[in-house]
């Protein structure tokens, strides 16, 4: 018997391996020949490895064509609110012009005006990072799907640890502690896509199931809501990296028509969240602006100020040099910008109100969005030139009776939160009143 005859015999003796290894020889050979035949010409191996990439890309966005369309499906809004629910049935859904939305609102237990002093724990700020690990099927799951829209996945931003309210339940301050936007993309950000395997999963009929047996389906929101009630839940931030969010309505007198107008944006399809969703703007994670994250600076960028005007200056003006700060400008730099200080001076004039409302957390991530409300007076702040960032495709300018048309066209959840805190300030109700614009049904 050849040599070759006796690897093949051996080879047969193999169950997988030996028959996987003769297909692969086989293959190669049959390439080795058309190759030749052709001279060169025609390479089978060649033309199959170079579509490769090509079908991973394609099936790629198959399946995030599948997770996007499908939460945007009325049957799964439906089936999603009926899950969040049951588990959240202590807090009612925020109900704002007669459409209802998985969020919930805390107040602030006063009126906290810029500079919002005493807001933020600072003394509290925690800056260790903890040690993470995407580890899980699920993660890794949600990373093919989300992950090369994450851009800085090892920015470090302000997470949740925990509100301070009194018996009211109003909020009257706020702890932190530090943590990376890779760490809230797959502990928070992920609950959302958790939600979407267990209804792929054809799990549908959650009607005659208790929140226990909910929570069996999702493991996750699980290990958050552990012997915890659900205003613990709410208000803390363990077993999760949930960073706060900051977010405001700019409202600003329009020179020509002389009534009120604020900024929306509808969310570009490339972004990790929401894509494709109306929201207000600014709006923004509560991250640090610098290059560098040593102690002082992540105790210097801890300032609710910074993080709004911030936000303000690279989704309402455009400057791109706010979203990433490549030259290492300071955080001093924010609040000299001229038209941040164009702004301050109408707060100093009593010709702007700039107001902290609140937080509203959204029942689908868990994570909280702390709200303000910034109204300016002063027409000739609407003459100024306005630029959408690459969150978005345009900067829309709308009256507060447009505003209340697109409630329903896919308003992001924070953005319903913010509207519903809105609506209830002295400073926001007196411009409804005196337009004619009812935001309670």
Known sequence: MEFSERIYTILKQIPFLGNLTILVVFVYGLNEVITKATFDKINPLKSILGFLPTFKKYRLNIIKAQYYNTLNTKEFIEWRDSVLAKLYNVYPFTKLCNSFFPVVCFNAYENFAYPFIGLLNEEELNLNVQDYKLN?????????????????????????????????????????????????????????????????????????????????????????????????????????????????LVMFKDHEDLKYKVFVIKRSDDVASKPGYYQFIPSGGFEIWQNDDNDDILKNNFSVRHAIFRELIEEVFGEEEFVDNKVGMPESNILNHPKVQFILNLIFKKQASFQFLGSCVDLVGLRHELSFILRIDDPEFSKLSFHPNHESKNIQIKSLSQVKNIVNEKLNQGSAGLLHLASKHHIFKEIARDEGIDFSN
């Open 136 to 248: 899980l099927p699920i993660q890794k799951g949600y990373k093919i799907i989300v992950g090369d829209t994450v851009k800085r996945p090892l920015l470090k931003g302000y997470m949740l640890s925990s509100f301070k309210l009194n018996d009211n339940d109003h909020l009257i301050s706020v702890s932190a502690h530090v943590g990376t936007y890779e760490q809230n993309i797959y502990s928070s950000h992920i609950l959302e896509y958790e939600l979407y395997k267990y209804y792929i999963n054809k799990k549908h009929d959650i009607q005659h199931l208790t929140p226990e047996q909910i929570l069996s389906y999702l493991p996750l929101r699980k290990l958050v809501h552990k012997n915890r009630s659900q205003k613990d839940i709410l208000v803390n931030g363990d077993d999760r990296s949930s960073l706060l969010g900051v977010q405001a």
